[in-house]
């Protein structure tokens, strides 16, 4: 670290704290928005949380609220056609991964020609989109933080990303009180989605100072708040360290990238639509195992800021206690075990890992161990 230069990404504006979305209408009069487009799922118009959000808008606003769970990259065609018939001049993600997400890549292609298609892989969009503020109303995905979007191929089912500096929303609105309604299931499995952002990005062969400060604080917040967040929904604080723990999984792995976790989950949610948090998830700590001997200090650390007691241990155990800690975390809060709990036919794990293998290169290359195809079947053999 300190040898090469790095890059720190982040967001321009960051309200955080319970009541924060009454700061959006001075955002939106600060970016001069006049029209502004709120892209949305069903679920966050029928919580009522879409109608708290715009009430205290002064600006008009459109809702598009069609953003579906793992959306595919066509029903970007949709939104961006929505925002260009209303005229309009700013644009809101406010929801999930998948909301957000639809957000960042409709308002850059509001500005850029050709298809989505086009842009996946990394900085290939050439002109800055509408300016977006993201409003999480989950607290896992850490996407208001991330200058990337995720969307399902639905030719091939694979999960496809697009990055670009320009994909990064301007202004992140963080106000736990958005999420007092999360379901247990949700929370806990949002909640791991971002456990797993801030680990892959701790261990990442990119990490950088920035990213471990990031990365570190979302561990330690994750382990002191997310069995509380789960037990008690109305929980403030429980539900502030989540909300902050999600963002700062997003700082970091906006910096340092994600790893094999990811790269195995994104091909499970592909196949075979497993929700993302809940397959990064019950794959967490069995990647965890495979990882642990390519960075067996950081494992120790990773168990101390999830409040283990490390002192005077070995590295090799003390680094173990980082995957028993996360196992006993995903079964205080019920996430499921095994593969074979979600139904996964057993004889489709090989092309899981086949197919993660191929088409999560960009993701591996920052995974702290190397993964080969049989290992990558090894692993998801245990998961199963
Ligand atoms: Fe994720």
Redesign the pocket.
């Known amino acids: 670290m300190g040898e090469t230069v790095d890059k720190f990404i982040c967001n321009r504006v960051v309200h955080h704290g319970p009541g924060a979305i009454e700061r959006l209408d001075g955002e939106i009069h600060k970016l001069g928005g006049t029209r502004v487009g709120l892209i949305t799922d069903p679920g966050v118009v029928k919580a009522g949380i879409c109608k708290r959000v715009i009430e205290g808008i002064n600006a008009e606003v459109f809702i598009f609220e069609g953003v579906e769970p793992e959306p595919s990259y066509e029903l970007i065609d949709g939104c961006v056609a929505f925002l260009k018939e209303k005229g309009c001049d700013l644009v809101i993600g406010l929801g999930g991964g998948s909301g957000m997400d639809c957000a960042k890549m409709a308002a850059v292609m509001m500005k850029n020609t050709g298809k989505v298609t086009d842009y996946f892989g990394a900085d290939r969009i050439p002109n800055p989109g509408l300016q977006v503020i993201a409003i999480p109303t989950t607290a896992g995905?850490g996407s208001e933080a991330t200058p990337a979007c995720v969307f399902v191929d639905p030719k091939d089912r694979v999960k496809k990303g697009v990055r670009s500096d320009f994909i990064l929303p301007e202004v992140a609105l963080l106000d736990p009180l958005l999420t007092f309604g999360l379901s247990q299931p949700l929370t806990a499995s949002t909640g791991m989605?971002a456990l797993?952002?801030a680990i892959e990005a701790y261990v990442s062969l990119r990490a950088t100072l920035m990213s471990d400060i990031a990365a570190e604080q979302s561990i330690r917040l994750i382990g002191d708040h997310l069995r509380v967040a789960y037990s008690n929904g109305n929980n403030v604080s429980a539900r502030y360290g989540m909300i902050m723990a999600s963002f700062l999984g997003g700082v970091a792995i906006a910096v340092a990238g994600?790893g094999a976790v990811?790269a195995l989950a994104h091909t499970l949610g592909g196949m075979h639509r497993v929700p993302?948090g809940v397959a990064?998830a019950l794959l967490l700590p069995y990647v965890m195992a495979f990882n642990r001997i390519g960075c067996r200090d950081r494992f120790a650390r990773i168990a101390s800021l999830l409040g283990e007691h490390v002192e005077g241990l070995s590295l090799e155990v003390a680094s173990q206690r980082a995957v028993e800690s996360v196992e006993k975390l995903n079964q205080d809060i019920y996430i499921p075990r095994h593969l074979r709990d979600l139904k996964i036919p057993e004889d489709s794990v090989d092309l899981i890992a086949e197919r993660s293998i191929e088409t999560g290169q960009r993701l591996l290359a920052t995974n702290p161990r190397v993964i080969s195809v049989e290992e990558a079947k090894e692993v998801l053999g245990i998961a199963y």
Do not use: A, E, P, S
Request: no cysteine; hydrophobic share 10%; glycine share 0%.
């Open positions: 995905t989605d797993t952002h994600v990811h993302h990064n």
